[in-house]
């Protein structure tokens, strides 16, 4: 099983970034898929989470109506699409199969 992630890098305040993961050695479509954050000197967070087969989206309250999560099993790719970002949103973005990590890509969020 991998995850990569990439996609990352930096933006301004109010600015947008795609992020997008490559899932391998699973059936993908057959699983959830997440990413989450961790900031400098913070614990790892929930962001965002997609269902297997069907629609489901959920989000943190942190990034709800600014983050969409997306998938398309056709390719096995997890996107995050990041609008109206935030100096808080800078953090190393994972994404997640279960106990399986990627190795992350930073987004730093500055002037």
């Known amino acids: 099983v991998q995850v990569m992630e990439s996609g990352g890098g930096l933006v301004q305040p109010g600015g947008s970034l795609r992020l997008s993961c490559a899932a391998s050695?699973?059936?993908?479509?057959?699983?959830?898929m997440r990413w989450y954050r961790q900031a400098p000197g913070k614990e790892r967070e929930f962001v965002a989470a997609i269902g297997a087969n069907d629609p489901s989206t959920y989000y943190a309250d942190s990034v709800k109506g600014r983050f969409t999560i997306a998938r398309d099993n056709d390719k096995n790719m997890v996107y995050l699409e990041m609008n109206s970002l935030k100096p808080e949103d800078t953090a190393v973005y994972y994404c997640n199969r279960n106990s399986y990590w990627g190795q992350g890509t930073q987004v730093t969020v500055s002037s």
């Open positions: 050695g699973f059936t993908f479509s057959d699983y959830a």
